[in-house]
């Protein structure tokens, strides 16, 4: 075998070794950061008062019907259609719990559209209780949606983005302009939340008229 051929097959070898300690290391760190955000913020701990928040705050993230109009999403009369958009696409809690601001934390995944129905994205949002301890909805703010992906891609990095958004850390490298479609689908250089609205808004959009 020519010394040429036999340097190719070493380099080749090097290169795949180097690859899977990569590949290695990002597993645990997934791993450390899942079980991290599970004894942190894990919903175990809290069922009850978790599972009446997400329903409390269900018409925020809900893909409404067009015959309901967001001003009437909080109606009672509503409320059967939300109920069954939550079945329907799954929703679950993930985490939940404060944060360094003292605000609370929640991040749910909810079923989205692919062929296989198995695709799920995570939303991140945070909200005041008042002094008397109930959700203050005005309060109310979504920081991010993922991508939609297989729960087993979505959890680990759902569990790190969690982790540095209580902390308090810029999520900025995780947008789509830094990390393409493995992190967050939105905020990007488009699309931003309007607090005060409670949803997001293009910039290619028109202002309301109303």
Request: hydrophobic share 40%.
């Amino acid at each position: 075998m020519k010394f040429s051929s036999i340097c190719a097959i070493l380099m080749i070898l090097i290169l795949a070794g180097c690859s899977n300690k990569t590949s290695e290391q990002s597993a645990l760190v997934s791993n450390r950061d899942s079980l991290l955000a599970d004894s942190l913020f894990g919903i175990a701990k809290d069922q009850k008062i978790i599972a009446a928040s997400i329903d409390t705050l269900m018409p925020f993230f809900t893909k409404l019907h067009d015959s309901i109009p967001d001003s009437k999403r909080f109606d009672t009369a509503y409320r059967y259609a939300i109920e069954m958009h939550k079945k329907e696409r799954e929703v679950q809690p993930l985490y939940y719990g404060k944060g360094s601001d003292g605000q609370y934390y929640f991040m749910i995944t909810r079923l989205e559209p692919s062929i296989k129905r198995d695709k799920y994205l995570a939303i991140c949002a945070r909200f005041k209780r008042n002094a008397m301890g109930n959700i203050d909805t005005s309060t109310y703010e979504e920081l991010f949606w993922t991508w939609k992906m297989r729960k087993v891609q979505l959890y680990p990095k759902a569990a790190r983005l969690f982790l540095d958004a209580t902390a308090g850390a810029d999520l900025k490298k995780y947008y789509p302009q830094f990390s393409k479609d493995e992190y967050i689908m939105f905020p990007d250089e488009r699309v931003s939340y309007n607090q005060k609205a409670k949803q997001w808004n293009s910039v290619l959009e028109l202002p309301s008229k109303h």
